[in-house]
C-alpha cells in the first residue's frame, strides 16, 4: 500500500466515524431520555455489562456513572454467571452492551436480572436481537459498515456508544443534582480536582 493509499483511506474511516457521531446525535429521541430517567431515578445500583470492546465501554460507562456520585459497577458477563448476579433486586438496572445481541453469556445475564426484578436496559444495533427480547428498554446504536473497521472491527460502534454514554451520564448527574464541589472533593488527585476548583469558584 503507497503513502497516498493510507493516508486516503484512514481519512475516509474517520470521516465515517465522524458521520457516525452526528447521526446518533439527530437520532436521540424519547427513548434516550427515557434512558436518562431510569438511571438518574435509580436508587439502587446500576450494573453495566459487556463483552470484548463492549465490555471495555461498559467498563468506562460504569467509571463516569460512578464519578458522577451514582452506585455504579461493571460486571464482566462471566463474573455474573458464577454467582455475582446475586447482587441484583427489584430497584436496580442492568445496562447490557452487546452490538448483535446474540451472546449467550450477555443473555443469560439480563434474563438473570429481569427474573431478580431489575429493570434492564439493551444496547445494541439490532432492535429484534434475543438481547432486545429481554429488555426494559432498547437503545438501537446503529452505524454503517463504513465506520466499522473492514466492515467488522467495532470502530465506529465503540465511538457511538461512549458518545451515547457521555450524554446518558451527564443529563443524568445534572438532574441528580451532583455538583462539581463535589466532583473536587472526590478527585482529591489529578488534573480534575484543579479544574473542579477552578469551576467552582
Not at 437520532?27 to 470484548?52: P, S
Not at 463516569?64 to 458477563?77: K, Q, S
Request: net charge negative.
Amino acid at each position: 500500500m503507497d503513502k497516498e493509499t493510507m493516508l486516503a483511506e484512514a481519512r475516509a474511516l474517520i470521516r465515517a466515524e465522524g458521520e457516525a457521531l452526528l447521526t446518533l446525535a439527530e437520532r436521540l429521541d424519547d427513548r434516550f431520555v427515557e434512558a436518562v430517567r431510569m438511571v438518574a431515578e435509580c436508587r439502587g445500583k446500576i450494573i453495566v455489562t459487556g463483552a470484548g470492546t463492549s465490555g471495555a465501554m461498559a467498563g468506562r460507562l460504569a467509571h463516569l456513572l460512578a464519578t458522577c456520585g451514582m452506585t455504579a459497577f461493571y460486571i464482566p458477563p462471566g463474573d455474573a454467571l458464577h454467582g455475582e448476579s446475586a447482587m441484583l433486586t427489584e430497584g436496580d438496572v442492568l445496562i447490557a452492551m452487546s452490538k448483535a445481541g446474540k451472546s449467550a453469556d450477555i443473555n443469560s445475564f439480563a434474563r438473570i436480572a429481569r427474573e431478580r426484578g431489575a429493570a434492564v436496559m439493551v444496547w445494541t444495533g439490532l432492535a429484534e436481537s434475543d438481547l432486545a427480547s429481554l429488555a426494559t428498554l432498547v437503545i438501537v446504536i446503529e452505524v454503517t459498515e463504513s465506520a466499522e473497521g473492514e466492515g467488522l472491527l467495532p470502530f465506529g460502534s465503540t465511538l457511538t456508544h461512549g458518545a451515547f454514554g457521555d450524554a446518558l451520564t451527564l443529563m443524568a448527574k445534572t438532574l441528580r443534582g451532583f455538583n462539581l464541589a463535589t466532583l473536587a472533593q472526590t478527585h482529591p488527585l489529578g488534573g480534575a480536582n484543579a479544574l473542579a476548583r477552578k469551576n467552582t469558584t
